[in-house]
């Protein structure tokens, strides 16, 4: 079993940035997406931002402001959340896929393995 775990996570205002970091138990290959996923109180978790090889996609809510990376070597994936509001508010999730993928998935269903979450509060 496959296992991550997120850590980063804090309080801060409106404007501030954070960084995220995620570590996984194993080395994937860097065509296997990896990405982050958000969930607040109430809400669907949802597609923040993903990362395969070279590829990054993200989120419109966070474009922008938002960047993925990986170090594979490292086992290690972030995700630095810059100009961060309130509505950034969440629990954040790293995923991952031992699946070989030729694009990066969006739906929480194409991942299956998962991180513990870490939360962020964004305070105005």
């Known amino acids: 079993q496959v296992q991550l775990e997120e850590s980063g996570g804090g309080s801060v205002q409106a404007g501030d940035s954070l960084r995220l970091s995620c570590t996984h138990s194993?080395?994937?290959?860097?065509?296997?997406?990896m990405a982050w996923f958000r969930q607040a109180p109430g809400k669907e978790r949802e597609f923040v931002a993903g990362i395969r090889w070279k590829s990054t996609d993200y989120a419109d809510s966070v474009k922008g402001r938002f960047t993925i990376s990986r170090d594979n070597a490292q086992n290690a994936m972030y995700l630095q959340m810059n100009s961060l509001r309130p509505e950034d508010t969440a629990a954040y999730y790293c995923?991952?896929?031992?699946?070989?993928?030729?694009?990066?998935?969006?739906?929480?269903?194409?991942?299956?393995?998962w991180g513990q979450g870490t939360q962020v509060t964004v305070s105005s």
């Open positions: 995923a991952a896929t031992s699946r070989n993928r030729y694009s990066i998935p969006a739906s929480v269903t194409d991942y299956e393995h």
């Open positions: 194993r080395w994937f290959f860097t065509t296997y997406p």
